[in-house]
């Protein structure tokens, strides 16, 4: 029996929770090892071996070892292309190609703005720390941009990357879900008619769901 790959890192933080519904949607087996960030288990010496940047994720299958959690995803479908969801990352060039552009998208466009909202909204007022409007109404502008151009895109397709879901869409859960549920700026998701029913459908698969659960169970980011 294959030996379970191993996710270094608390499903609650976005890019862990990325690579986990990556493995989800896979049906690859894994095993999470939740680290202790509060004490900086995460900045040891032996973790930074895996992750030199002293971050979440990290991630092991036998002898290899990988860190940024969209690259793990690449990785996880390309070498398991046999397993679970067999075009999560597309199944020829155009295909992978067209998923790439928007996982891209996701990276460089959605994810600043956004992931800066989580913090500012949702986390910042956890940790004690005074929330900058300024930032806040900037990333409000900017995430408004992107999400315009998802607007026009899923008026023509019902996926980002075509008419299946795929890693590019995946992409996208963690920072969504946080703005959905854990701020109170979700309207700018769910108000779109296109942007709104998109998120309904990849928020309700049952990979994120699992995820979702899996996030309930712990206590603290
Ligand atoms: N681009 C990286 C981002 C990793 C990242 O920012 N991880 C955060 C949690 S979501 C983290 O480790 N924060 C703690 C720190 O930076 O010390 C990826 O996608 O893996």
Redesign the pocket.
Known sequence: MATPVKVYGPPL????CRVIACLLEKDVEFQLISLN?AKGD?KKPDFLKIQPF????AFQDEKISL????AICRYVCENYPEKGNKGLFGTNPLAKASIDQWLEAEGQSFNPPSSALVFQLALAPRMNIKQDEVVIKQNEEKLAKVLDVYEKRLGESRFLAGDEFSLADLSHLPNAHYLVNATDRGEILTSRDNVGRWWGEISNRDSWKKVVDMQKQQHSP
């Open positions: 933080s976005t890019a862990v960030m995460h002293g971050q979440v994720p860190f940024e959690s969209r």
